[in-house]
């Protein structure tokens, strides 16, 4: 049954290639039928290829499937070969699943934009990126996918290139990766100069068997996680995330939920043996990811735009996954970038039926009372928004627990605090959110009303799937304090994290933890209430009377003016500088000079060329006369 797992992501890369060389010619319905079937067929075999998995014995992991030998230089060889254990089965699983959803929701929402065949290829091109590195067996692989959602995102947030917004959005996404790449890179560099081998497994063998030093092992480490900070989008280099918005809704939920910013959290969790030998590099992903979780969620308080609400919101989410990790709980880490693919995918998409149904209207200020009008709409969002908030008896509410709980168990009071702190935060911004957008009193343009409508079923289905999914999918993790067996996905994941610093508690202590999730979470949800439901002037009151506050935060801490004035300013000026006097003046000089020389000497001996025979013949005769002179006198 695992003997075709290495199909599923060049299933999507063939149909991606067929669009990309045919589409012009093919039908509609054929291009959104192939994209659609080519990510089912990947999720069919990752089914197939998980229930063959929970049948051979851990020993056997992973199943690794060479193709061809790739790159052979000296002692060093790297294959294009494709792997299968349960972290790959479970990333593959969550990438092609979700993937194929979005992918169906699509359909809908992109039915009238000209570029419709250009689309289902990008995204078809990204899903076989994202399955290529979360299923290569060595870190060359994992190199050529983690870049090729960068393109790709490239590609589909800038996908609306006539918009000047989109376009600088997507190269800004493109950008700040590179920095964090260029890290990632320098990494790769090192294990392969340290242990001469970039498969994960002999990896692993060398950390075990002492070939590298607890400091070589930092830093490589901390390199690899400033390409995750990236590429997750976490501090520093989260700027590009936001601007993310200005592509299709649809892409928003494939890049925030199931692939590329998940794509830190995954290498983090493959290399766990590499931080848990590190220590060091450990406590740094533990501290980032708090502080970004904080940061990002305090940003997402005073956003009116509901979908950059949710974009911090992925900024905020991603950093609790990096605290699973940085204390060592990467089941914990694992498991929340799960649950939250499946809420996560449903918020977005749950705000692109909003905006579908508002003509593309984005302000919650021009919302408001959209309940009655969107009835499969709102207790979706509704779902979403509970399983976020940390709920009890929906999914996030479980994967967020196991980590703050493990934050705590490990003695990381300080991240546990942080992580309680976003947790509230995290509860307050989305049901302001909710409140603002379904709640309260119409603010709906009249021409935005004329149009308001549900989503067509094409859309609403998934919303539906994605809503079950965002109760259900955490009870396959349900706390220790319950039973240790009851964390399935925990045990699942054991034979690929051999090495962690999951600790327990006592039965009272884990239970007094679980009830203060609980109680900040609905504290979150209970001051949002009363802020814009119950006396709605609160917010106005506060933002009055601390304006400086309120100002920071809705201009995101000035983040992109001072980066702006830091870096990119002062990039393009230099640049001015060097072309005017460098480019212009040295290059331009040197090359015009080489041809106005040229061209003077062609003037020169163009006297020598008159086509006269009477000029020949006395160049002729002066050339005897010389040669005559030398012979008399020399």
Known sequence: MTEIFWLIPFVPALSAFILAVFGKILPKKYVSFQACFAVFISFTISVVSLLGLLRISHENYPIVKTLFSWIHSGSFESNLSLQLDPLSAVMALVVSGVGFLIHVYSVGYMAEDKGYTRYFTYLNLFTFAMLLLVMGSNIVLMFIGWEGVGLCSYLLIGFWYEKHSAANA????????????????????????????????????????????????????????????????????????????????????????????????????????????????????????????????????????????????????????????????????????????????????????VMHALSGELDMRKMGGLKKYLPLTYPTFLIGAIAIAGVPFFSGFFSKDAILTQAYANGQYFIWALGIMGAVLTAFYMFRLIFLTFHGQERIEPEAKKHLHESPPMMTIPLVILAFFSVVAGY???????????????????????????????????????????????????????????????????????????????????????????????????????????????????????????NFSGKILSYLQTGLLKDYALVFLLGAILFLGYLLFF
């Open 170 to 353: 997507g190269k800004k996404a493109f950008i700040v990766n590179r920095i964090g790449d260029a890290g990632f890179l320098l990494g790769i560099f090192f294990i392969f100069v340290l242990i001469g081998s970039g498969e994960f497994t002999a990896i692993n063998k060398a950390i075990s068997g002492g070939v590298i030093t607890q400091g070589a092992a930092t830093l490589i480490a901390i390199l690899l996680f400033v390409g995750a900070i990236g590429k997750s989008a976490q501090i520093p280099l989260y700027v590009w995330l936001p601007d993310a918005m200005e592509g299709p809704t649809p892409v928003s939920a494939l890049i925030h939920a199931a692939t590329m910013v998940t794509a830190g959290v995954y290498m983090v969790s493959r290399m766990n043996m590499l931080y848990t030998f590190s220590g060091v590099a450990a406590q740094i992903v533990a501290i980032v990811g708090a502080l970004t979780a904080v940061y990002a969620a305090t940003m997402a308080l005073t956003q009116n735009d509901i979908k950059r609400v949710l974009a911090y919101s992925t900024i905020s989410q991603i950093g609790f996954m990096f605290i699973g990790c940085g204390v060592g709980a990467y089941a914990a880490g694992m498991f929340h970038l799960y649950t939250h693919a499946f809420f996560k995918s449903l918020l977005f998409l749950a705000a692109g039926s």
């Open 476 to 598: 396959i993790g349900l706390p220790v304090v319950l039973g240790k067996n009851l964390n399935w996905f925990g045990r699942f994941l054991e034979p690929v994290i051999r090495v962690s610093h999951e600790a327990h508690l006592e039965i009272g202590t884990e239970w007094l933890l679980i009830l203060i999730s609980v109680a900040v979470a609905l504290v979150g949800i209970y001051i949002a209430y009363v802020f814009y439901i119950r006396n709605p002037q609160i917010p106005h009151a506060l933002v009055a009377r601390f304006p400086f506050i309120y100002k920071l935060l809705y201009n995101k801490y000035y983040v992109d003016e001072i980066y702006n004035a830091a870096f990119v300013n002062s990039t393009v000026k230099g640049s001015e500088i060097i072309y005017d006097h460098f480019d212009l003046k040295v290059v331009d000089g040197a090359v015009n000079g080489t041809g106005s020389a040229t």
